[in-house]
């Protein structure tokens, strides 16, 4: 009777973990590129497949991960740089479960509140590409990963996603935690990593550093440090400069024509 009760229990949790991802996912933002004069239009995943502009089609999907406050004006600057640059984004609202527990304070620049909060994520963008695969739209795009902050993370830390390359923005790989520590690519993944040094979400000492550590050099992978004098030595939003908006175009076009390269036929 109690493995029975146990069983029970167990399936239980995971059709509620499951419903949870299913709502982060129906909550998404989506940008799509279209030949409007915005070179975007935003939508929700209900109707991905009917909002496509077959004069417009994707040239493929990126899976884009918010940090610890939700969906802002970073997910929305950035979906639509994206989107005029041709991509599909899709990024799902964690904030849409039911049990959200806090885990980050942006006015002070505190994190780590909720440990666990990184297999929640991690678990949304897994599921995320999963579902973007299902698609009639989108089956045969490659996929890319990216994050900033929080969502920087996630993607520097899932394991096992199928995605032609990864974009780290304002992280450094570096954590007291282990399992925030490092970069978890595959050997094949091109990963583009975006930090300031004087980023103040990362004074601690344990937090110091870059992904570059932890990069494969025959990948095409690129760590990108900015530094004083730079003005964005001190920024913890990097992409909402245009300079580093043509790096993260460049990094997608050359990683995306070698993963068509590769798959060709």
């Known amino acids: 009777m109690k493995l029975v009760l146990a069983m ?5 949790f995971a059709r509620a973990d499951e419903a949870e991802l299913q709502r982060t996912w129906d909550a998404a933002r989506v940008y799509l590129p279209a030949a409007t004069p ?3 239009v935003e939508s929700g995943v209900g109707d991905i497949d009917a909002r496509i502009d077959p004069e417009s089609p994707p040239v493929a999907v990126i899976v884009y991960a918010h940090g610890c406050s939700g969906l802002s004006r970073i997910t929305d ?3 639509r740089f994206l989107a005029q640059a041709g991509y599909a984004v899709v990024a799902p609202d964690s904030f849409a479960r039911i049990d959200k527990p806090k885990s980050c304070d942006p006015a002070t620049h505190r994190g780590g509140l909720h440990r666990a909060v990184l297999g929640w994520r991690q678990d949304e963008i897994r599921h995320a590409v999963e579902q973007a695969s299902l698609l009639q739209s989108f089956n045969d795009l490659p996929v890319v990963i990216m994050g900033h902050s ?26 007291g935690w282990p399992e925030y520590h490092g970069l978890n690519s595959d050997p094949d993944q091109p990963v583009l990593a975006l930090v300031g040094t004087l980023d103040p979400w990362f004074k601690s000492q344990v937090l110091s550093g ?37 790096e993260i175009l460049e990094f997608l076009n050359r990683s995306l024509t070698i993963w068509r390269n590769e798959n060709a036929g």
Request: overall charge negative; glycine content about 8%.
């Open 77 to 79: 600057t950035t979906g």
């Open 8 to 12: 029970l229990v167990s399936v239980s």
């Open 38 to 40: 915005a070179g975007f």
């Open 210 to 246: 870059d992904c570059g550590a932890f990069m494969s050099q025959d990948n095409g992978s690129r760590s990108i440090v900015y530094q004083k004098p730079d003005y964005l030595a001190d920024k913890h939003w990097l992409s909402v400069d245009r300079a580093v908006q043509a």
């Open 150 to 175: 929080q969502g920087a993370i996630t993607v520097a830390t899932i394991v096992d996603v199928p995605a032609a390359a990864r974009i780290v923005e304002g992280w450094t790989c570096h954590a």
